[in-house]
């Protein structure tokens, strides 16, 4: 028996890879340190220097630190993505 392909059934390609990426760089960005990763033990001062920078946790703590620095790229990158959507459909 050959099975039919669903046509309303769309496979995941690098654009859709691509704004998955875009999506979980803006969640890590918009942490605030004070309210949500401090009172967790999740603060920047707490790994910074020594052997703690270099644990799974240091390692998240730096990159949630480098996204909320790179507000502006994403801000740029979530306009030319909502430009190529409203253009595309």
Known sequence: MKREKCPTRKRMGLWTLLEGLLLLANALAILNEDRFLAPK??????????????SLKGQL?????????????LIILNAIIILVKLVSG
């Open 41 to 54: 033990g999740w603060s920047f001062n707490e790994v910074s220097g020594g052997a703690r920078a270099k």
């Open 61 to 73: 703590i730096g990159l949630i630190y480098a996204t909320q620095y790179l507000r502006v790229p």
